[in-house]
């Protein structure tokens, strides 16, 4: 296996524990990663803005990294905030997207350093209390979404959100629509996700994708490991993302899974030995010397493959 090179680690309910903190021991972990020159990227369906605290709180606004926020929509260096990618959501997808959503009585929620939303609804106030963002309603909503948006979410009870999902994905082309939680659907331009987002990044530091260590807990992290030749599940996260990692760790996001993966893969050198498809770590396990893997590896991983 290729020394680790880029690390990407999603936030929520991975890189950051319940109470919304990073214990000493992962903040630890990442600087002694980057001492050895490792490039850290967070990855979020956040905002730059909501993201930029516990950047700081990494030192990242000294140290290069990168932000990867609103589920891949924008890149942007940590510490110069130069933007690497900016996408936003075809305006007349978003237009039919709002208007049905509308029609039906649900809430559109769209982000910058603010929360805007098109009416008050309880979910707007306990995404409020998770990000920090402050909330304003909009009167002339459909005027902003017109103006361009990298993102649109609409909250709303999980029994009604699946069939408006379904609604939308009949008539809303140019736009991609998830759910990244029970009470939350999400809506991306088609191209966007975190893969792909990571894979700019990897690109502009000459970072091949067998270099790259990515860890995740949900489905909207599904792209991240796909493309990362070194996918790591949370085992606090969705079992569908297990079932892509070549590992699941050991320790939940309150427990310091991240910690002990970096600690173990990239400080220590451990490395994971198994069957090996395009460059990926495929059904691992742990070779506890601190080698880099070699050819031999990797002819092992083809033969147990074909």
């Known amino acids: ?44 369906s956040r905002t730059p803005q909501a993201m930029d605290h516990f950047s700081r709180i990494l030192g990242f606004n000294k140290k290069r990294g990168y932000l990867i926020a609103d589920n891949g929509g924008l890149v942007q260096e940590s510490d110069t905030g130069a933007i690497i990618r900016d996408v936003k959501i075809p305006a007349a997808a978003a237009l039919i997207i709002f208007d049905m959503a509308d029609a039906e009585g649900f809430a559109v929620q769209i982000y910058d350093d603010i929360m805007y939303i098109s009416r008050s609804n309880e979910f707007a106030e306990y995404d409020q209390k998770i990000t920090g963002i402050r909330q304003v309603v909009v009167e002339n909503f459909r005027s902003m979404v017109a103006a361009g948006c990298r993102k649109m979410l609409i909250p709303g009870d999980p029994m009604t959100l699946a069939p408006l999902a379904r609604l939308l994905e009949s008539y809303a082309e140019g736009a991609r629509i998830f759910s990244t939680r029970p009470y939350l659907l999400e809506v991306l331009p088609p191209e966007v996700n975190k893969g792909s987002a990571l894979a700019a990044v990897a690109e502009k530091l000459s970072i091949p994708p067998e270099a790259a260590l ?22 606090n996260g969705d079992d569908r993302i297990k079932e892509i990692a070549a590992l699941v760790t050991d320790k939940t996001n309150d427990e310091d899974g991240v910690a002990e993966i970096i600690e173990r893969y990239v400080i220590e050198g451990k490395v994971i030995e198994g069957k090996m498809i395009e460059g990926k770590v495929i059904e691992g396990k742990v070779i506890e010397e601190k080698i880099i893997a070699g050819k031999d590896s990797r002819d092992q991983g083809a033969r147990a493959d074909g």
């Open 1 to 44: 296996m290729t020394n680790l090179r880029l690390i990407a680690l999603d936030m929520d309910d991975t890189l950051l524990r319940s109470d919304l903190t990073v214990s000493f021991r992962t903040r630890n972990a990442l600087r002694k990663a980057m001492a050895k020159g490792v490039t850290v990227a967070l990855v979020s």
């Open 214 to 235: 990515a860890i995740g807990d949900s489905m909207n992290d599904e792209a991240m490991l796909r493309w990362a030749g070194f996918p790591v599940a949370m085992v």
